[in-house]
């Protein structure tokens, strides 16, 4: 039995690593040359001075963003159950990642205008960790904060230090979520069913995995919120 489960599992993750492979392959390189293509097309004179063809480059643009978020998300928590993951150990400025993340969402369309009000009181910004996924995790979050209110709801970033460790509430004024759904967030395809609440489209990967990074750097995210009022999502990690 046991030389059976071994086999499986290996199986398993084997499958998994060509499935990760596939992916990045048949949905990575295709949006990789739609990116070049439409970022070349739209500096084109011809189509800056035409106001149709410039609609129609910016909406390949931004479906592009779109799907690409969406496959990076998927992959990430395809990585993530690999058994090849593994996180890079490097020194991380947070609050100049979140400057990074914040100039790369502001390009991003359905961003533009939104109101990010910053509170960046902590002295201790450096942690130990792998940049690429902490900026994930941060755009992760604020992806949500922005998918669950509206654009007049401005949202807050707000960071300090307590006990050693570097904190980050991101505050929405959004839809909220209930206590009954608050902990069942963080579980994989977890969405707060619609129906009647919203129908917003989404995976339910995101905070799964936003979870499982920061508890691999030591750290962890909590939720508090109120249904119609908005939810504060609370990370932390040690500096
Ligand atoms: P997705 O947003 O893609 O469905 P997530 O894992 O990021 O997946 O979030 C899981 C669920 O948690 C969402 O479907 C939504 O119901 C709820 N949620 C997450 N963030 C917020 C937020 N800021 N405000 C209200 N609900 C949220």
């Known amino acids: 039995y046991a030389i059976w489960v071994i086999f499986s599992q290996r199986r398993y993750s084997e499958m998994q690593r060509d499935f990760i492979n596939n992916m990045t392959h048949e949905f990575k390189t ?6 070049l293509s439409s970022d070349y097309l739209s500096k084109q004179p011809t189509i800056q001075q035409d106001d149709r063809l410039r609609r129609y480059t910016e909406l390949i643009r931004s479906q ?3 799907l690409n978020s969406q496959v990076e998300k998927l992959l990430n928590v395809a990585r993530l159950e690999s058994g090849e993951f593994k996180l890079k150990s490097e020194d991380v400025d947070m609050h100049q990642l979140l400057e990074e993340v914040l100039e ?17 009181s902590a002295k201790q910004v450096h942690v130990m960790g792998d ?11 604020l992806d949500n904060a922005v998918k669950y209110s509206t ?7 707000v960071t300090y230090n307590t006990h050693g460790r570097f904190f980050l509430d991101i505050v929405d004024r959004g839809i909220g979520i209930s206590p009954d ?22 995976f339910g990967l995101g905070l799964h995995y936003v979870k499982r990074i920061l ?5 962890d995210i909590e939720v508090e919120s109120e249904l119609g009022k908005g939810s504060t999502f609370r990370l932390h990690i040690p500096t």
Not at 131 to 141: D, K
């Open 30 to 35: 295709p949006l990789t040359s739609i990116q």
């Open 64 to 66: 592009y963003q779109r």
């Open 104 to 120: 790369t969402k502001g390009a991003e369309s359905g961003i533009e205008g939104r109101v990010f009000n910053k509170d960046f």
């Open 131 to 141: 940049r690429t996924h902490l900026g994930s995790v941060v755009s992760n979050l």
């Open 151 to 157: 654009p007049d709801q401005p949202i807050d970033l």
């Open 181 to 202: 759904h608050q902990k069942h967030l963080f579980k994989k395809f977890y969405r707060v069913p619609s129906g009647n609440v919203h129908d917003i489209k989404g």
């Open 215 to 219: 508890q691999m750097h030591r750290g």
